[in-house]
């Protein structure tokens, strides 16, 4: 067994030191590759927390461009109404004063039938006067 001891004892001279430092170098690469993604998930995290932040930037952006929007479409949607009462209103008075001019030659063309009425009735009666006058003169 001298020789058993001996080289067990070689062995455990050369080789558990080298296993022990095998042994802490693995401990240090497990926890190496935990730290690397940990610090990945550190960075994604903050790029996540930056989009985040630049979407709620837009939102508000659109939010205010909306606003803004909405805004002039009800201007002009007043001012439209308002054009469009005023061409009504004007429209309504064109009307009116073609129904009047209608209603006035109306009555022209009434007085010129009544006024050949009695034109007719006056070329009558001098025929009839005539008429008269040669039975008194005869």
């Known amino acids: 067994m001298d020789i058993e001891g001996a080289v067990t004892s070689t062995f455990?001279?050369?080789?558990?030191p080298e296993f022990a430092k095998i042994k802490d170098e693995l401990k240090d690469m497990e926890?190496?590759?935990l730290k690397f993604?940990?610090?990945?998930?550190?960075?994604?995290n903050s790029q996540l927390a930056d989009q985040s932040r630049r979407i709620d930037e837009t939102n508000k952006k659109i939010d205010t461009l909306r606003e803004d929007l909405t805004q002039r479409i009800d201007a002009v949607?007043?001012?439209l109404t308002q054009r469009?009462?005023?061409v009504r209103d004007d429209f309504i008075t064109g009307i009116e004063n073609v129904?009047?001019?209608?209603?006035?030659?109306?009555e022209v063309i009434v007085r010129r039938e009544?006024?050949?009425g009695i034109e007719q009735k006056v070329l009558?009666?001098?025929r009839d006067v005539r008429e008269l006058k040669l039975k008194i003169a005869v």
């Open 12 to 16: 455990e001279e050369i080789l558990l």
């Open 31 to 33: 926890g190496l590759p």
């Open 37 to 44: 993604t940990n610090k990945r998930l550190d960075d994604m």
């Open 77 to 79: 949607r007043i001012d």
């Open 84 to 86: 469009s009462d005023a």
């Open 99 to 106: 129904n009047d001019r209608l209603n006035r030659l109306y």
């Open 114 to 116: 009544e006024h050949q």
């Open 124 to 126: 009558e009666l001098e």
